[in-house]
């Protein structure tokens, strides 16, 4: 099993940056992706960006030049940079887990909130 908990969030003027973490553990040896999504209010929940073990990355085309996904050499931890945060940037971001098997674990999330 893999536990996440993400951290980072909060509420930030449009144009402004967000540094949003996500802290692995457990068996992290067999995660072989982390992505991290996004659910706003009445919408489905998204992938924004993920990042392999290889530090392949991808981003959905919303956020590219805006964000960046990085993680720590151990790989136990993940970033994602927000800059130049928008308005319809506001949602509940997540990061998810995928493990050799299968497997997916969520964290419980951490919010962006992006005013006019």
């Known amino acids: 099993q893999v536990q996440l908990v993400e951290s980072g969030g909060g509420l930030v003027q449009a144009g402004g940056s967000l540094r949003l973490s996500c802290a692995a553990s457990?068996?992290?040896?067999?995660?072989?992706?982390i992505g991290w999504y996004r659910q706003a209010p009445g919408k489905q929940r998204e992938l924004v960006a993920s990042?392999?073990?290889?530090?392949?990355?991808n981003y959905v085309d919303s956020v590219k030049g805006r964000f960046t996904i990085s993680r720590d050499n151990a790989g136990n931890m993940v970033y994602l940079e927000v800059d130049s945060l928008k308005p319809e940037d506001t949602a509940l971001y997540y990061c998810?887990?995928?493990?050799?098997?299968?497997?997916?674990?969520w964290g419980q999330g951490t919010q962006v909130t992006v005013s006019s």
């Open positions: 990042i392999n073990s290889g530090g392949r990355t």
């Open positions: 457990g068996s992290t040896f067999r995660i072989m992706t």
């Open positions: 998810n887990a995928l493990l050799i098997g299968g497997s997916r674990y």
